[in-house]
C-alpha cells in the first residue's frame, strides 16, 4: 500500500483550522467522490475519509494539519498527481486563512 502524507504548521487556531479541514474534506468529497467523517474534540479534530482504494485521515489542531492517505494497488500510480493536488489545494487554504488574518 502507498502512503502520501502532508503536513503543515498553522497560527490559526483550532476553530479556524477546524472550518478550513472541513471546507477541504467537502471539496475533497464532491471532486472525488470520498465519504468523510468528522471527529471533534476538545484539543484535536480528526476526520477521516475513504472510497475505494482510499482511505486517510487528517488530524487539525490548532497549530497543525497532518494528513496521512493509504493507496491501494490501483491507485499508487497516481500518488504524484495525488501528492501534489494535496499540497496545492490544502496549501491554497491554509494561505488564503493565513492571510486574512495578518
Known amino acids: 500500500m502507498s502512503e502520501v502524507r502532508y503536513e503543515r ?5 483550532l476553530e479556524k483550522a477546524r472550518e478550513l479541514a472541513k471546507e477541504w474534506a467537502n471539496g475533497a468529497a464532491r471532486q472525488m467522490g470520498l465519504e468523510c ?6 484539543e484535536q479534530d480528526v476526520l477521516t475519509f475513504e472510497r475505494m482504494g482510499v482511505t486517510g485521515t487528517m488530524t487539525v489542531t490548532g497549530t497543525r494539519f497532518e494528513l496521512v492517505v493509504k493507496l491501494g494497488l490501483m491507485m499508487a500510480a497516481f500518488k504524484p498527481m495525488i501528492e501534489a493536488e494535496v499540497a496545492k489545494n490544502l496549501g491554497r487554504i491554509i494561505d488564503k486563512a493565513s492571510g486574512a488574518q495578518a
Open 37 to 42: 467523517q468528522h471527529a471533534e474534540g476538545a
Open 9 to 13: 504548521d498553522h497560527t490559526l487556531g
